[in-house]
């Protein structure tokens, strides 16, 4: 591959969930980029679903095939709600199941979403919300009962559930958001200053994390909040101290590392668009995800520009490109 293709396998940007999307095409066709995001809610049938996905898969012609992802956890946030997909309760109502249960029922979501051409569903969210009363002062997730419980051994066991569910029926998993967004006070997409005050290196609500990596998910989503007590300078997407420092030391994950949204986010807007993706990989990241075409160019230049300018740049870019590459072999996606 050349060097813009695989740069071009570090970016997911944004695809109408509803329809073919002419911005996802060019972005696919003229960068390279090797991920795309469904984006907006859809009552479209799993069948005509997977006419959209196909559509988007010939774009990359001989290439590797898309990542096409989706969030699809349950209750309010479910993208497909169309004939053919199962109507998901929130991850709340999930965590009174029996592990078990969870597991065989994300499967069958799982077989809906394949069916439909996603194979990548950016869930389960990990993130500990303390209790029920403090859901009520977290709108990123427990505003949303996104939580599968109040306590990591609840969220530990469903969500490794939903992880070997899915894995099951060939959709590969992005546990978010890391290192866990359940006790801040405002949501990263639509405030800035976001910070969690609470969360040490070593947790006890990084335990979910842990096993979810240990069970294999592919991915592990990246939290765009700051953490106060582990680096008060960075937002955790930018820090090597919680990407390399924590996720790739000391919980010893070896996948894909995805960021939180760094296109429309309030919480980076005050970052240039260039150095969002250059401050991601910088840290150790792999694939940048932005819900904003109209920064495709001026992200996929900077960081090809500087992959030719440093080596050391560059080498970094080769090893995300090797990760996100080697977790699309492992789902047929290599031709």
Known sequence: MSLAERVGQLFMVNATASALDTSAVTAVTRYHIGSLYLAGQTSLSVHQTAAITAALQQQVGSGPSLFISADQEGGEVQRFTGPGFSAMPTALVQGTMAPATLR???TEWGNQLAAAGVNLDLAPVLDTV??????GRNPPIG????????DPATVTAHGVAVVQGLAAAGVATSV???PGLGRVAANTDTSSGVVDSVTTRHDPYLAPFAAASNAGTPFVMMSTAVYGRIDPDNPAAFSPTIVQGMLRGDLGFHGVIVSDDLGNARQVASVSVP???LRFLGAGGDLVLTLDNGQTA????????????DPRFRAQVDASALRVLLAKQ???LLR
């Open 298 to 309: 001026a992200m996929v230049g900077a960081v090809l520009a500087r992959a030719q300018a």
């Open 275 to 277: 150095d969002r993706a």
């Open 104 to 106: 065989a029922q994300a």
């Open 330 to 332: 492992h789902l047929g």
């Open 143 to 150: 505003g949303f009962e996104r939580e599968f419980g109040y």
């Open 130 to 135: 303390p209790s029920a009363a403090a859901a």
């Open 176 to 178: 978010k958001h890391f």
